[in-house]
Nanobody, 126 residues
Framework: VQLQASGGGLVQAGGSLSLSCAVS????????MAWFRQAPGKERQFVAA????????YTADSLKGRFTISRDNAKNTFYLQMNNLEREDTAIYYC????????????????????WGQGTQVTVSS
């Protein structure tokens, strides 16, 4: 299984970015998937999760309203749309998946994701 994250870059505060995570080797329609991020000197932080079968999502409370996770099963890819970006959103963003799994509600944050992408850098300038 491979997860390939892309879409990061440099953006001004208030701007938007869309990250993609292309999955190969297994179908995401039977997976729980998530985005995490890690800023320099900080611990990894959960961002959002989605079930591949139902499309139900769970987003960290602090990011609701600005970040949206989605998936396209036909493309075996899931996404993170980030709007109204802030300097504090600067981090490396990682995608992750756990196959043959689904979560309910906030449990999406506690799933032990087995497969991880390489990360994509998001830098927000003021």
């Amino acid at each position: 299984v491979q997860l390939q994250a892309s879409g990061g870059g440099l953006v001004q505060a208030g701007g938007s970015l869309s990250l993609s995570c292309a999955v190969s080797g297994r179908t995401i329609s039977r997976a729980a998937m998530a985005w995490f991020r890690q800023a320099p000197g900080k611990e990894r932080q959960f961002v959002a999760a989605i079930n591949g079968d139902s499309g139900r999502t769970y987003t960290a409370d602090s990011l609701k309203g600005r970040f949206t996770i989605s998936r396209d099963n036909a493309k075996n890819t899931f996404y993170l749309q980030m709007n109204n970006l802030e300097r504090e959103d600067t981090a490396i963003y990682y995608c992750a998946a756990k196959f043959a799994w689904r979560f309910v509600g906030a449990a999406g944050e506690r799933v032990r994701y087995d497969d991880w992408g390489q990360g994509t850098q998001v830098t927000v300038s003021s």
